[in-house]
């Protein structure tokens, strides 16, 4: 059985770091679409919560939560996500289906 690849991203920080992250999964609340990464090089330092939105040329872009409060709402969102109490959607790869 083959593994399953993940979705990942490359994101730099401030210093000019670059850091790899896998994708967790996506979600909505209240209009605003987010999604969760994992730091892949350290998995400790816990998830990174983002913005995300299409650009132009179906481009993904991803964009801080500046507002405290709006990242804590979607933090507990995002926790009752992983706790499995509401559905949350991956970025799997689709299955390829036997013609």
């Known amino acids: 059985m083959p593994e399953e690849e993940s979705l990942c991203f ?6 000019g770091m670059e850091h790899e992250y896998e994708v967790i999964g996506t979600f909505t609340l209240e209009d605003r ?3 969760a990464l994992l730091p892949t090089e350290d998995p400790e330092d816990g998830v990174k919560l983002l913005h995300f ?8 872009l ?23 109490n509401i559905p949350v959607d ?10």
């Open 10 to 15: 490359i994101l730099e920080d401030d210093k």
């Open 33 to 35: 679409d987010y999604i």
């Open 53 to 60: 939105f299409g650009g132009a040329e179906d481009e993904l």
């Open 62 to 84: 991803l964009e801080p939560i500046a507002d405290d409060q709006e990242y804590q709402e979607a933090a507990s969102a995002f926790e009752d996500l992983f706790n499995g």
């Open 90 to 99: 991956l970025f799997d790869e689709e299955e390829n289906e036997d013609e």
